[in-house]
Nanobody
Framework: QLQLVESGGGLVQAGGSLRLFCAAS????????MGWYRQAPGKQRELVAT???????IDADSVKGRFTISRDNTKNTVYLQMNRLKAEDTAVYYC?????????????WGQGTLVTVSE
């Protein structure tokens, strides 16, 4: 099985930066893509950014030009660099992995890390 552990969340002022980390362990070879999602209070979970095994990335419109997803395969870690943070970026950020197991795709989630942006 694959396990994901996020870290790097915290409190930051608007305009500041944070870097989130997602460390993967276990069935690394099953990973097809990694990503970050977020869920703000009272809202549905939404995509932030994804990166596949070819390093192709997809960013949500709301974070384009401010957030960057990247990965270090030697460390089995995915990063989310968040710059020029806004109050509306406040949310629990979840690391996600799409894995190929038993002949189909499955989604694996981390426990989440809280990002709070103060005005």
């Amino acid at each position: 099985q694959l396990q994901l552990v996020e870290s790097g969340g915290g409190l930051v002022q608007a305009g500041g930066s944070l870097r989130l980390f997602c460390a993967a362990s276990g069935s690394i070879s099953s990973i097809k893509a990694m990503g970050w999602y977020r869920q703000a209070p009272g809202k549905q979970r939404e995509l932030v950014a994804t990166i596949d095994n070819g390093d192709r990335t997809i960013d949500a419109d709301s974070v384009k030009g401010r957030f960057t997803i990247s990965r270090d395969n030697t460390k089995n870690t995915v990063y989310l660099q968040m710059n020029r943070l806004k109050a509306e970026d406040t949310a629990v950020y979840y690391c996600n992995s799409r894995v190929w197991v038993w002949g189909r795709y499955r989604e694996v989630w981390g426990q989440g890390t809280l990002v709070t942006v103060s005005e």
